[in-house]
T-cell receptor, first 111, second 113 residues
């Protein structure tokens, strides 16, 4: 079975402060990990995927297989970052198309 | 205009009735998914399909049924056996393969009255 845990339902930070949204996963094989974002009244959309190792809108995420974590980070939060963030895992092998999401973290950036 | 379309946006159903939610994509994606989104619960997978005429149960399939007769369509039926059907339902699709992005519809809000 595959599982994604996001321990924080809500995270409030001041503008300009660093942000870290936590994500831990449980999966026996080699996982594909993603962060999705949902801005107010918009569709859920991909923010970044671990394989690309790129920075999107200033956000980065590193896969730590030892700690089974994929935390999302940004050094300086902006007001436009306020949104719901979901960590997602796609399995490999027989379950390769099962895409499992965490419960989400609502990020609120205080001006 | 390419994308994934869910209809209707709002749906009301009387208790005890079955109802079907539509999901259509013109992205030529092989994989399609149905999720249920409840406050504080995130997205929970109901069913997913990798190819036409094949689908697998997700984590909360009880009380739901799907079909995948065409590549572009993946309708979800909420049956009367679903005990708490009032929710926001999201459909998604993706290309087959590794690290592929899932594209989401706008969602359907189902209310049982």
């Amino acid at each position: 079975a595959q599982r994604v845990t996001q321990p924080e339902k809500l995270l409030s930070v001041f503008k300009g402060a660093p942000v870290e949204l936590k994500c831990n996963y449980s999966y026996s094989g080699s996982p594909e990990l993603f962060w999705y974002v949902q801005y107010s009244r918009q569709r859920l959309q991909l923010l970044l995927r671990h394989i690309s190792r790129e920075s999107i809108k200033g956000f980065t995420a590193d896969l730590n297989k030892g700690e089974t974590s994929f935390h999302l980070k940004k050094p300086f939060a902006q007001e436009e970052d306020s949104a719901m963030y979901y960590c997602a895992l796609k399995g490999s092998g027989a379950g390769s198309y099962q895409l499992t999401f965490g419960k989400g973290t609502k990020l609120s950036v205080i001006p | 205009d390419g994308g994934i379309t869910q209809s209707p946006k709002y749906l009301f159903r009387k208790e005890g009735q079955n109802v079907t939610l539509s999901c259509e994509q013109n992205l030529n994606h092989d994989a399609m998914y149905w999720y249920r989104q409840d406050p504080g619960q995130g997205l929970r997978l109901i069913y997913y399909s990798q190819i036409v005429n094949d689908f697998q149960k997700g984590d909360i399939a009880e009380g739901y049924s799907v079909s995948r007769e065409k590549k572009e369509s993946f309708p979800l039926t909420v049956t009367s056996a679903q005990k708490n059907p009032t929710a926001f339902y999201l459909c998604a699709s993706s290309i087959s393969g590794t690290y592929t992005e899932a594209f989401f519809g706008q969602g359907t809000r189902l209310t049982v009255v």
